[in-house]
């Protein structure tokens, strides 16, 4: 069978505190700037625990929002959350979405084409559910120009273990990560009109703890540490970081 994502999703409940808070930061953001159109159905394409699926259907309470995702843990805590009540939620794999074409007017992917094998047929694939003169809309995390509660973890990581080095090295160098990746993409998947611009949020950690501690569900950056031999390398990861996010302040 082939890979249909290249995230580590095993735990719903993990994942919302790791980055399922900060996506529901994004998301309203990710709605303004993407005009979606006044009316029709929805679809939010690879909603992991269902931040964006859940902004949508919020605003647009009498519209159908539906959100796929391939991990069924992601699923579960989603169904679990929204209690049966809009948005729907359904697992399948993005680039092989099993919705007619048309079927809806506006398909979003909100940081998911990263960790998505072939981004390229997951576009085609939103463009073709979506349908004429609706709307296609994506973003991905700015690995080279922001991103800094990752960038801190990897080259903390790559200045203990060269492996680290090789990981990030992937991981910040893909063609998503590249400052045009993802307008070349909608270009080359046949979309028209295609307009670029920046999100941010800001990520308020409570304490070094509340960074750290979801770094250790596994999922994202801390899969790392779930690796066999790199576990013992935990501690010292720990205190590089916390080195460097105190910058001398105590008792953060």
Request: proline fraction near 5%; include cysteine; glycine fraction near 12%.
């Amino acid at each position: 069978m082939a890979t249909v994502s290249t995230y580590h999703a095993s735990d719903g409940a993990a994942y919302e505190v790791f980055l399922g808070r900060w996506t529901r930061e994004l998301a309203p953001l990710l709605i303004d700037f993407a005009l979606l159109p006044p009316e029709g159905a929805l679809l939010d394409v690879g909603t992991g625990t269902g931040s964006l699926a859940r902004a949508m259907a919020g605003r647009w309470p009498s519209r159908k929002v539906v959100g796929v995702d391939v991990a069924e843990p992601y699923i579960a805590f989603a169904r679990a959350e929204s209690k049966g009540l809009q948005p729907e939620f359904e697992i399948g794999n993005a680039a092989a979405l099993h919705h007619a074409d048309g079927t809806f007017t506006a398909a979003v992917a909100q940081l998911v084409l990263n960790f998505v094998p072939d981004a390229g047929a997951a576009l085609r694939e939103m463009r073709r559910v979506t349908r004429r003169g609706g709307t296609v809309a994506a973003a991905v995390w700015d690995f080279r120009g922001g991103l800094v509660y990752q960038r801190l973890f990897w080259d903390t990581a790559s200045g203990i273990d060269p492996r680290a080095a090789d990981a990030r090295d992937r991981l910040f160098s893909g063609a998503l990560a590249l400052p045009d990746g993802l307008p070349k993409l909608f270009e080359i998947a046949g979309l028209a009109e295609v307009h670029r611009g920046s999100l941010t949020i800001r990520m308020n950690y409570a304490n070094f703890d509340d960074y750290w501690q979801p770094l250790l569900g596994g999922a994202g950056a801390g899969r790392h540490l779930h690796h066999g031999p790199r576990r013992r390398l935990a501690l010292p990861y720990r205190r590089s970081c916390q080195a460097r996010l105190l910058l001398g302040r105590a008792g953060w």
